[in-house]
C-alpha cells in the first residue's frame, strides 16, 4: 500500500518556540493531505486539510496563525506549530488518500504520528 | 466535530475469542472505514464498506453496516493477542476524503 512518513515521531520543546511536523507521501502524489490531533486515549480530531498549491482549510476552532500549514509539492505538507505552549503538548497524525493513480478507494494512509510535548 | 460513537469504550477478551465493537453515525455517509491503532502509532486502515452494502468480510474481520439505524459492528473472530489495539469507526458522507472519526474502543486480548 501507499506509504506517509511522518517526521520528527516525537519532539520536546520550550514553550515559546516553534516546531515543524513534515508529512511526505513516498510513493504516490498527494494533492490533499489531513492533519489530525489526538489527545491520550481520545480519538482523532481533523485540524485542517493541506491542499497542493493553495491555502489549507482549517476547522472551526483551529488557529490557522498557530497551526501553520504548508503544501510545497505533490509529497509534501509541513505542520508548524507557532509559540507552542503546554496545552498544544499532543500526539499530531497526517494522513493522505491514496488518490486516482492509486485507485482512489476513499481510504487514508495515516503517517506514523508526531508526538509534542511542550515543557 | 466527531460524528461517530462507538460502544464499548474498552472491551478485554481472551485469546480465541470473537471481539465485536459498535459504532454509530449521525449523517449521510458515502461508506464507512474501520481503523485499528496500536498504542503511539499511526492508523491502519482495516475495512471499508459502501453504503449500498450491508456486510463485508476480510479475513478474521466482519463488518456489517445499518444505514437505517445509523451504525456498524466490527467482528474480530479467533482473537489473539496480536489484536490488541483500539479501533475506530470513520465516516465520510458530505466530506468526501475528509474522515470523521468515532470516539474508539480499546481492545485488549489477553493470552
Known amino acids: 500500500g501507499a506509504v506517509v512518513s511522518q517526521h520528527p515521531s516525537w519532539v520536546i520543546c520550550k514553550s515559546g518556540t516553534s516546531v515543524k511536523i513534515e508529512c511526505r507521501s513516498l510513493?504516490?502524489?498527494?494533492?490533499?493531505m489531513f492533519w489530525y490531533r489526538q489527545f491520550p486515549k481520545q480519538s482523532l480530531m481533523l485540524m485542517a486539510t493541506?491542499?497542493?498549491?493553495?491555502?489549507?482549510?482549517?476547522e472551526q476552532g483551529v488557529e490557522k496563525d498557530k497551526f501553520l500549514i504548508n503544501h510545497a509539492s505533490l509529497t509534501l505538507s509541513t505542520l508548524t506549530v507557532t509559540s507552542a505552549h503546554p496545552e498544544d503538548s499532543s500526539f499530531y497524525i497526517c494522513?493522505?488518500?491514496?488518490?486516482?493513480?492509486?485507485?482512489?478507494?476513499?481510504?487514508?494512509?495515516f503517517g506514523e504520528g508526531s508526538r509534542l510535548t511542550v515543557l | 466535530s466527531q460524528q461517530g460513537e462507538e460502544d464499548p469504550q474498552a472491551l478485554s477478551i481472551q485469546e480465541g475469542e470473537n471481539a465485536t465493537m459498535n459504532c454509530s453515525y449521525k449523517?449521510?455517509?458515502?461508506?464507512l472505514q474501520w481503523y485499528r491503532q496500536n498504542s503511539g502509532r499511526g492508523l491502519v486502515h482495516l475495512i471499508l464498506?459502501?453504503?449500498?452494502?450491508r456486510e463485508k468480510h476480510s479475513g478474521r474481520l466482519r463488518v456489517t453496516l445499518d444505514t437505517s439505524k445509523k451504525s456498524s459492528s466490527l467482528l474480530i473472530t479467533a482473537s489473539r493477542a496480536a489484536d490488541t489495539a483500539s479501533y475506530f469507526c470513520?465516516?465520510?458522507?458530505?466530506?468526501?476524503?475528509?474522515?470523521?472519526f468515532g470516539a474508539g474502543t480499546i481492545l485488549r486480548v489477553k493470552s
Open positions: 449523517t449521510s455517509i458515502n461508506n
Open positions: 470513520a465516516t465520510d458522507g458530505k466530506y468526501g476524503n475528509k474522515l470523521v
Open positions: 494522513s493522505a488518500p491514496p488518490g486516482v493513480d492509486l485507485g482512489n478507494t476513499g481510504e487514508l494512509f
Open positions: 493541506s491542499n497542493e498549491g493553495s491555502k489549507a482549510t482549517y
Open positions: 510513493d504516490f502524489q498527494a494533492t490533499t
Open positions: 464498506i459502501r453504503s449500498n452494502e
